[in-house]
């Protein structure tokens, strides 16, 4: 079975607090994107094995990988007799704060719910993929979504934001770990995310762009200064928006003008390893 995984970018994220457990609770604008690495699930009949490969060196092929402990949750409480072969077709950057591995793990929830007739809601694949990853709930719906908690409470929304995005991320990236691990919430950015959500349903473009924001830019700045060189190259190329997203190091760029994303697009990708043109994904794209 062939699924695509999609990306994610956060228009708003607000640490709002740190909780006593260690993890923080957050509010979030979350929005899908048309890049998506593709993931092949195919069933070992008889053998409740996971069988790993992917186009990566980089990725681990073993209990480490988010797709693994994903297959793993399933055969082991739905006592699934049978295992996985999954193969992994990387597009999305590995510690961009796109979500590519939640993303990946979405995906391979979808297609074992369906290969093996168990018939969950998307709703308990949510659930289940939350005790994995906290972007994993999303990534199940991959749509528009005002975001609380660590990740696991969605509140969907309709949102067609006609913009046109320049994803670009500098060689190195950022460990969301360390990311939150420096985050000084009396200094960084608390944006507006309830206000960008009314103003994406109402299509109040002036009140949206105003409203992108990123608590955990402060510190992936400090962690990974390229960010910002990338962030002040954007601007002054003109786009109405540039932002990091989630713990970065990615960061994007909206524009209506076709002539400005191929000009960026040009001179991004003789700096850096990572440039590329997308959109924002449809609720019913496939």
Not at 82 to 91: F, P
Not at 139 to 144: A, E, N, P, S
Not at 248 to 267: I, P, Q, R, W
């Amino acid at each position: 079975m062939k699924v695509r995984a999609y990306a994610k970018v956060n228009l708003a994220l607000d640490v709002v607090r740190r909780r006593e457990d260690g993890f923080h609770d957050l509010e979030m604008i979350m929005a899908p994107i048309f890049l998506h690495d593709l993931i092949l699930v195919d069933p070992i009949y008889n053998n409740p094995v996971i069988e790993i490969s992917a186009n990566s060196r980089v990725i681990p092929l073993d209990e480490r990988n988010i797709v693994y402990k994903v297959a793993k949750l399933l055969i082991d409480r739905f006592e699934i007799p049978h295992g996985v072969k999954i193969q992994i077709y990387k597009h999305i950057p590995m510690q961009a704060g796109l979500a590519g591995g939640s993303a990946d793990g979405a995906a391979v929830l979808r297609a074992m719910n369906e290969l093996f007739n168990l018939n969950l809601t998307l709703e308990q694949l949510a659930t289940i993929g939350d005790e994995v990853g906290s972007d994993i709930p999303f990534c199940i719906y991959q749509q528009f979504a005002f975001v609380q908690g660590k990740g696991e409470n969605l509140e969907f929304f309709e949102a067609n934001p006609d913009y046109k995005i320049l994803l670009v991320k500098p060689r190195r990236g950022v460990s969301t770990k360390q990311s939150f691990g420096t985050l000084n919430l009396e200094t960084c950015a608390h944006p507006d995310c309830r206000k960008m959500r009314e103003a994406l349903v109402n299509n109040d473009e002036a009140t949206f762009l105003s409203c992108l924001g990123n608590s955990l830019e402060e510190p992936s700045l400090k962690l990974v200064p390229e960010i910002q060189n990338i962030k002040d190259e954007l601007e002054a190329l003109g786009f109405d928006g540039v932002l990091m997203s989630g713990s970065g190091s990615c960061v994007f760029a909206l524009t209506k003008d076709e002539d400005l994303l191929e000009k960026a697009h040009s001179e991004m990708k003789k700096k850096y390893p990572f440039v590329l043109r997308t959109r924002f994904k449809q609720q019913n794209e496939k």
